[in-house]
């Protein structure tokens, strides 16, 4: 089988320049081996191929219809090729460049990581820390092939998909202001309270500040705006403030007692942590497909 395979690729090449000579070039081959080997075939098949004419050769009605099954067939062994040339590289070499943030790398992707190394050791991660803004950016630029980022996302350019799951917004206290969490709070006195947030360029404060404002034009006005997710929760427990967190990556300090959960009379809505990517071209590598694969089953 492997020997009539050789056959019937030469047999395609000839099909296709309609010459033993222009399909000898393109094989690499005498035009004597070539014109051999297709007469071998039919011999084989019991079968005449070709029709020899003063311009060439031209298939015959029942060369036409092994020529289409021989053209599928072709076509379906090189997307195979390619595959496994895909898999072989995707296991020995590449790199994914990932635009993140601190806290969602440290808090979501962390596991992500461990995970895709793990089955694909011979690609190199190189983690592009910024801003939401910044990450969208990277993307754009061609710097970083694929964002994790807090949602919403409003970008004509990128392809955007939350994660399973979702992410709670809340406020949190220290011991100094525990007396707060024993019954729900409105807005209007929650706004009268020291308060910690991030800075005003981090996706998370632009979604409490537009709820806040949807909900009664109220403006956030902290007593300390803070670059790091982690400060936050330091500070609130320390006392310095009412601080808004996310409720998934703040579990261990409410387990502990660190901090308490500052229940509001309205709930702010869910939102989602999504990855992020340029639209249609270029397309991803089978590296980042196979990590956004990663990160969404």
């Known amino acids: ?82 595959k496994m040339l895909e898999f072989k590289t995707l296991k020995t070499g590449g790199e994914l460049r990932i635009g993140v943030g601190d806290t969602i790398s440290r808090y979501f992707l962390l596991p992500y990581l461990e995970d895709f190394h793990a089955r694909y050791p011979g690609i190199k991660l190189n983690i592009i820390n910024g801003t939401t803004t910044e990450i969208c950016s990277f993307i754009k630029s061609g710097k970083a092939d694929v964002g994790i980022c807090n949602l919403p996302i409003q970008d004509e350019q990128l392809q955007v998909m939350p994660c399973k799951g979702g992410i709670q917004d809340i406020f949190v206290c220290g011991e100094k202001y525990k007396k707060i969490t024993e019954k729900p709070i409105s807005l209007e006195f929650l706004m009268r309270l020291p308060l910690i947030f991030l800075e005003k360029k ?7 500040e537009h709820f806040f404002e949807k909900r009664g034009g109220y403006q956030v006005s902290p007593v300390f705006e803070l ?44 939102r989602s942590i999504g990855i992020c990517y340029l639209k249609n071209v270029p397309p991803l590598s089978r590296a980042a497909r196979k990590f956004v694969e990663s990160v969404n089953r």
Request: glycine fraction near 4%.
């Open 202 to 208: 981090s996706n998370s404060r632009m979604y409490i």
């Open 227 to 270: 670059g790091s997710y982690d400060l936050v929760l330091e500070f609130t427990k320390i006392n310095l403030g009412i601080s808004c967190v996310i409720k998934e990556f703040s579990n261990d300090y409410l387990e502990r007692g660190d901090l308490y959960e500052v229940m509001l009379e309205e709930q702010i809505p869910k």
């Open 1 to 82: 089988m492997i020997g009539k395979l050789d056959l019937y690729r030469i047999f395609h090449v000839v099909s296709r320049n309609k010459s033993f000579s222009k399909a000898a070039e393109e094989l690499y081959m005498t035009q004597s081996a070539v014109s051999q080997s297709i007469s071998k075939l039919e011999k084989e098949l019991d079968i005449k191929l070709f029709n020899r004419t003063s311009k060439g050769v031209v298939l015959t009605s029942e060369g036409e219809l092994l020529h289409d099954h021989v053209d599928s067939a072709l076509s379906m062994i090189h997307v195979a090729e390619d």
